[in-house]
T-cell receptor, first 110, second 115 residues
């Protein structure tokens, strides 16, 4: 079957670092995506990994291990505006289809 | 460069009515995807379309739901005889022919409420 698992909720402090983990089992693999979704808004693209290793983009980094079916999103220097849901998504059945996890709701506290 | 446009933003329908949700992809994007998001749930794939073709409808309920992407005009997701369980946010996304490493661009969604 196809499955993407990530924690339901996390809490962190402003200025800190937080790591959001994701494990996946998909029938096809076209890469692993992370999206950010603020309440009531559309998901917005954050990162994409297709090869093993770490991709860094400013305060956000994403890691992939294909052999372990594992990824994480690392957020540094947390800001209050980072409070949102973070969605992990991976390649699905058809070439274009993505399978999404349920999302991790991150709350950043002062 | 306008993004993915969805309308209406909010839609209220009584049980048994029809709901029509529209999606205009980004300029230059030829692939459209519809997803449904229930409260506290993840995005669930419904259907993947290219112009005049349904590529993958494995996520569509077998009855009452249909989708099209005509040669001219927006993609339409149609729900006939709506029931309370259809209440959800429906997101449309688009991508260029070669999605590559940019994933999808999502529209702002249509929030359907069935009363």
């Amino acid at each position: 079957g196809q499955n993407i698992d990530q924690p339901t909720e996390m809490t962190a402090t402003e200025g800190a670092i937080v790591q959001i983990n994701c494990t996946y089992q998909t029938s096809g693999f076209n890469g692993l995506f992370w999206y950010q979704q603020h309440a009531g808004e559309a998901p917005t693209f954050l990162s994409y990994n297709v090869l093993d290793g770490l991709e860094e983009k400013g305060r956000f980094s994403s890691f992939l291990s294909r052999s372990k079916g594992y990824s994480y999103l690392l957020l540094k220097e947390l800001q209050m505006k980072d409070s949102a849901s973070y969605l992990c998504a991976g390649g699905g059945g058809s070439q274009g289809n993505l399978i999404f996890g349920k999302g991790t709701k991150l709350s950043v506290k002062p | 460069n306008a993004g993915v446009m969805q309308n209406p933003r909010h839609l209220v329908r009584r049980r048994g009515q029809e709901a029509r949700l529209r999606c205009s992809p980004m300029k230059g994007h030829s692939h459209v995807y519809w997803y449904r998001q229930l409260p506290e749930e993840g995005l669930k794939f419904m259907v993947y379309l290219q112009k005049e073709n349904i590529i993958d409808e494995s996520g569509m309920p077998k009855e009452r739901f249909s989708a099209e992407f005509p040669k001219e005009g927006p993609s339409i997701l149609r729900i006939q005889q709506v029931v309370r369980g259809d209440s959800a946010a429906y997101f449309c996304a688009s991508s260029p022919q070669d999605r590559g490493n940019y994933g999808y661009t999502f529209g702002s969604g249509t929030r359907l409420t069935v009363v």
